[in-house]
């Protein structure tokens, strides 16, 4: 992951986080003092972020030290040693908070988005994320989902094209929305139109778009949608996804599952920065 992707997000966190400085530390340590220290999983999962947690401590104070124990993606267990860290007391602890922040959050998703790759995977389908995501940290969010074994769905509005249902309802026919993108949009750009019915996919055939959306769709529903499209587009199944039904839905046959859990509302996992 290129430093220049999340330098200014990382500054802005740290401006957030220290303020005009931190009175704590800097009262009680001195400018010489070092220390040393690790940071170690308090739970099972995926370490996604050192990275991040690199550049809040270039950006505090070059002078520190961190040490990659673990590979960017790998699975960790509970007491497992990530990284060591070496450098100024103060600058130690005034990073401490916001690399914690980044690198739990970071984790969660890639854990999160490994969990549900390694069910989807057994059908050839593949879990791609949302634009669900925390404002400002969406190109830190999709990479932890790529570290955690899962794709990115479209980066920002201008990435790719998504008829939704306001879409259609705005322009009066799915037909008639794609009629109008095609005379706009490059030639060599695909085009995929959310649908809520079989109706609306044959709709959705018959305009020539290459991948459909299959929204909220009961189970018997989406077996049958893969039926009708028969190979012709590639099929997303999104809304509702969780670890409970993600099985079921991969084993109906779609290319792909969108999961907006995967930035929206997961779990951060439990790290810890414990100086030695």
Not at 166 to 173: D, F, T, V, W
Not at 256 to 274: F, P, R, W
Request: aromatic share 4%; glycine share 8%; net charge negative.
């Amino acid at each position: 992951m290129n430093r220049l992707m999340f330098q200014t997000v990382v500054s802005t966190a740290l401006m957030e986080d220290v303020g005009a400085g931190d009175w704590t530390s800097e009262g009680i340590f001195s400018d010489e003092e070092k220390s040393k220290g690790v940071f170690v999983a308090k739970a099972e999962g995926v370490l996604a972020g050192m990275p991040v947690v690199k550049e809040v401590y270039r950006q505090m104070d070059s002078e520190v030290t961190v040490t990659s124990k673990v590979s960017e993606g790998q699975q960790v267990r509970n007491g497992t040693i990530l990284a060591e860290i070496h450098g100024s007391t103060r600058s130690v602890l005034m990073g401490e908070r916001v690399a914690l922040n980044f690198l739990q959050r970071l984790s969660g998703i890639a854990s999160c988005t490994a969990k549900y790759a390694a069910i989807a995977s057994k059908y050839d389908c593949k879990i791609v994320d949302t634009r669900k995501t925390t404002p400002g940290l969406r190109l830190l969010e999709k990479y932890a989902v790529k570290t955690g074994g899962g794709y990115n769905h479209r980066l920002n509005l201008s990435d790719a094209v998504l008829i939704k249902d306001n879409h259609i309802h705005a322009a009066g026919s799915i037909v008639k929305a794609v009629e109008m993108l095609r005379e706009t949009i490059p030639f060599t750009t695909a085009v995929e139109v959310e649908v809520e019915s079989l109706k609306q996919l044959e709709e959705a055939l018959a305009s020539g778009v290459e991948i459909v959306m299959l929204d909220n769709m009961p189970l018997s529903m989406m077996r049958q949608a893969v039926k009708i499209a028969g190979g012709r587009v590639t099929l997303e199944a999104s809304g509702g996804i969780t670890l409970d039904n993600v099985e079921e839905t991969a084993a109906c046959g779609v290319d792909l599952i969108s999961v907006g859990e995967l930035t929206h509302s997961v779990k951060a996992m439990d790290i810890s920065l414990d100086l030695t």
